[in-house]
């Protein structure tokens, strides 16, 4: 009897060993809930085991795959989008993690958890619960790869400074600036010989992930979300030159890589994909091999994550293709002078992001010297607009190993990010997103169509202004007559505001123009990079 109940207490631990489901009870809308399954495994468990799970709530069904965290780890995540009661199912090729049921609750979400971001009104982003997202984002590729006393301070930068966006590599960066080697990296590592030349030749095993350097990856992005910063991850780019190879891995390598970041990273609402930084000069990949890799996080992804492409200068890819929901486009053209952004929001009815418009900073190459003044320019040029800038920085004071933030982040260095915040702050208190009240017509004024309107006056000195309002109003009503403002000036450079005295009113049309009725003023600085903001009295 002692032996069989033996036996039985044996039989019980064993199932409980390989058997193990970890979940949480409730969880807040756009949270992340977890399920955690501790079982062994004799297959390769990265690629031979097959995991998923349907998630049910009351109007909507969602199907999400689980992926091996290793040491018999296997986990599902799921991110649920609305409030109630949840019910899972798992299915498995693999018997003890088949078939695993559960329930949870969503509850309201609390704090700065505003949900995912995704397209409003064509042009515009939204977060999941209504609340306007302006992006204004800085570059980083490679501060995840840098020593962890680094990243500490690039988190501490990036607190203080107002964005709320980051461009981010998932592969190292091999660079002229940047050179650093990676503490882990995102595959196990079979051999590490060398070349002809005595330089070091990797040897990695695709078939097995390094679940170390994925868990490190989502620390930084949990990180950033308690910042309200996006994660604009970039999941292939050309600056590998053969160092590490991940910039030619087999086609077969690339989906399975791409499924198995967004089985991790998926329920992280504030992840966005950036199929590729500079997609053009990645030589092993052809227009048809990104189309397959554009269409896999397609349709792997359930929550429709924002997704876009970046190119070489100039260089667009076909942003109309359903996958893509923003262009991320590397231009300052369109951005240099007035009017010219406008062209191309009209061209296409998605928003667009110039995500690289050059650097504010001091290098030789001509991408990294921006002035901070133009820096801050070209992004004003861009949000009148009714387009986005993202911005970067790129000063070198010793030598290439420098601590450039483009590249490796750490502390700013420039001005310009200070006067981005500035702009951000304006945006963010007005009625809602902006763009040319009279395009093509007027190049200088944006408005919302609920009496805000904001004017820029660039690199022009004026010593006043001659109160005046295009009677086009976008998408809204004409402008009409009897109409009483209130102005502000906008030192855009100095981020001062500074009410102006009085009131206007608008007389009758003149010309598509409707005037003060007095034919009213305004004294303006004789400065450079000065703004106006305009708004109705009701």
């Not at 970890?22 to 501790?38: A, L, Y």
């Not at 792997?300 to 262009?327: P, Q, V």
């Not at 010297?369 to 000063?395: K, L």
């Not at 000036?489 to 009131?503: A, E, L, R, S």
Request: proline share 4%; hydrophobic share 35%; aromatic share 16%.
């Amino acid at each position: 009897m002692k032996i069989t109940q033996q036996i039985l207490v044996s039989l019980l631990l064993i199932f409980a060993y390989t058997n193990i489901v970890f979940s949480q009870q409730n969880v807040e809308q756009w949270g992340r809930f977890e399920i955690s399954f501790s079982s062994q495994c004799k297959k390769n468990a990265f690629e031979d085991v097959k995991l998923t799970a349907t998630f049910v709530g009351k109007d909507t069904t969602f199907n999400v795959s689980g992926f091996y965290d290793g040491d018999n780890n296997f986990k599902i995540r799921f991110m649920p989008p609305t409030t109630g009661a949840w019910k899972y199912k798992t299915k498995s090729n693999i018997a003890q993690l088949n078939n695993k049921k559960g329930t949870f609750e969503c509850v309201r979400a609390t704090g700065t958890n505003h949900g995912f971001v995704k397209v409003s009104d064509t042009h515009n982003f939204k977060y999941a619960d209504g609340t306007q997202y302006y992006p204004f984002g800085t570059t980083a590729y490679a501060w995840t790869h840098m020593g962890n006393e680094l990243q500490e301070m690039t988190l501490n930068s990036l607190k203080k400074s107002g964005f709320n966006k980051v461009r981010m590599c998932v592969f190292p960066k091999d660079y002229n600036l940047v050179k650093e080697e990676p503490e882990i990296y995102p595959f196990e590592l079979k051999e590490l010989a060398k070349d002809s030349k005595g330089n070091k030749k990797y040897v990695w095993n695709f078939d097995k992930f390094n679940p170390a350097f994925f868990q490190h990856l989502e620390k930084r992005i949990d990180e950033l979300d308690k910042l309200g910063i996006e994660a604009d991850l970039i999941l292939f780019h050309p600056y590998d030159k053969g160092r590490w190879g991940f910039d030619s891995m087999p086609s077969e390598v690339n989906i399975r890589y791409i499924k198995y970041i967004i089985a991790r990273l998926g329920s992280f609402r504030n992840v966005w994909w950036s199929m590729a930084n500079e997609y053009d000069y990645v030589k092993a990949k052809t227009d048809a091999d990104w189309e397959l890799l554009s269409k896999t996080v397609y349709e792997n992804d359930s929550y429709r994550h924002l997704c876009s492409i970046h190119g070489s200068t100039a260089k667009y890819y076909k942003y109309w293709e359903k996958w893509f929901t923003h262009l991320s486009i590397q231009d300052e053209g369109p951005v240099a002078d007035f009017g010219r952004a406008a062209i191309l929001r009209n061209a296409f009815d998605k928003p667009i992001v110039f995500d690289e418009v050059c650097y504010e900073g001091n290098l030789t190459s001509r991408w990294g010297r921006y002035s901070p003044e133009e820096m801050t320019h070209v992004i004003w040029q861009g949000v009148i607009a009714g387009t986005y800038v993202t911005h970067g920085e790129a000063y070198m004071f010793k030598d290439a190993t420098d601590t450039i933030f483009w590249a490796k982040g750490g502390k700013f260095k420039g001005e310009s990010w200070k006067r981005v915040a500035f702009l951000r702050s304006i945006l963010e208190t007005a009625p809602g997103p902006i763009e040319l009240a009279d395009v093509s017509r007027d190049n200088y004024t944006s408005t919302n169509g609920k009496g805000y309107y904001l004017i820029y006056f660039g690199k022009e000195i004026h010593d006043s202004w001659l109160f005046n309002l295009p009677r086009k109003v976008s998408y809204t009503e004409n402008l009409s007559p009897g109409k009483k403002y209130k102005v502000d000036i906008i030192d855009t450079w100095d981020m001062t505001i500074t009410p102006y005295p009085g009131v206007f009113e608008t007389a009758k049309p003149n010309d598509y123009r409707l005037y003060d009725k007095d034919f009213q003023k305004i004294r303006l600085p004789e400065k450079a990079y000065m703004a106006l903001r305009i708004q109705e009295i009701k």
